[in-house]
T-cell receptor
Framework: DAGVIQSPRHEVTEMGQEVTLRCKPISGHDYLFWYRQTMMRGLELLIYFNNNVPIDDSGMPEDRFSAKMPNASFSTLKIQPSEPRDSAVYFC?????????????FGQGTRLTVV | GNSVTQMEGPVTLSEEAFLTINCTYTATGYPSLFWYVQYPGEGLQLLLKATKADDKGSNKGFEATYRKETTSFHLEKGSVQVSDSAVYFCALSGMDTGRRALTFGSGTRLQVQP
């Protein structure tokens, strides 16, 4: 398996523009997570899905952020309008549910710079 | 709610030195515990895990034991290498659907000098 695939790897955009980050989870995984990593705040959970349904979106900073999972193999995180303080590395991760807890597998991240 | 506390970094060691990175947690129920490692410019990789009290996770010479009585999961390695230089994250996860997301500590940067 190719692992969790995120695109793009790097994104530079101007303040006010819409940004869409994409994620393809590992096939068969039923949990998908979006995290944001900054020096100041570390790793923050933004939202996660189970079987394509959002379970907890309490970490989404504000209404400018939205996430969707239209099917089991694709998710997007959208920021509209973007602001310089959104600059961070955004990680997508997926895991397998069922009995017990299994580890989350992370993508390589999207480094977002808003200028 | 759940939380994880790690020792502040950076930790700077000479090659072949003994490593300990402390991690304590607060959680409801019986979480699973993890150590992840992040190399520069990369995503997080699972290093080891433990799913119940007294379990010992191990991988690549690293070990950590799930201590319920002290709510700790300290990471240890007997002899570090330069290639171990990275940021290490302690994390926990619950079993319920509503608590599946990993809660991470702040990370500890390890620098190993030749």
């Amino acid at each position: 398996d190719a692992g969790v695939i995120q695109s793009p790897r790097h994104e530079v955009t101007e303040m006010g523009q819409e940004v869409t980050l994409r994620c393809k989870p590992i096939s068969g995984h039923d949990y998908l997570f979006w995290y944001r990593q900054t020096m100041m705040r570390g790793l923050e959970l933004l939202i996660y899905f189970n079987n394509n349904v959002p379970i907890d979106d309490s970490g989404m900073p504000e209404d400018r952020f939205s996430a969707k999972m239209p099917n089991a193999s694709f998710s997007t995180l959208k920021i509209q309008p973007s602001e310089p303080r959104d600059s961070a590395v955004y990680f997508c991760a997926s895991s397998l549910g069922g009995k017990g807890v299994t580890e989350a597998f992370f993508g390589q991240g999207t480094r977002l710079t808003v200028v | 709610g759940n939380s994880v506390t790690q020792m502040e970094g950076p930790v700077t060691l000479s090659e072949e030195a003994f490593l300990t990175i402390n991690c304590t947690y607060t959680a409801t129920g019986y979480p699973s515990l993890f150590w992840y490692v992040q190399y520069p410019g990369e995503g997080l990789q699972l290093l080891l895990k433990a799913t119940k009290a007294d379990d010992k996770g191990s991988n690549k010479g690293f070990e950590a034991t799930y201590r319920k009585e002290t709510t700790s999961f300290h990471l240890e390695k007997g002899s570090v290498q330069v290639s171990d230089s990275a940021v290490y994250f302690c994390a926990l996860s619950g079993m319920d659907t509503g608590r599946r997301a990993l809660t991470f500590g702040s990370g500890t940067r390890l620098q190993v000098q030749p």
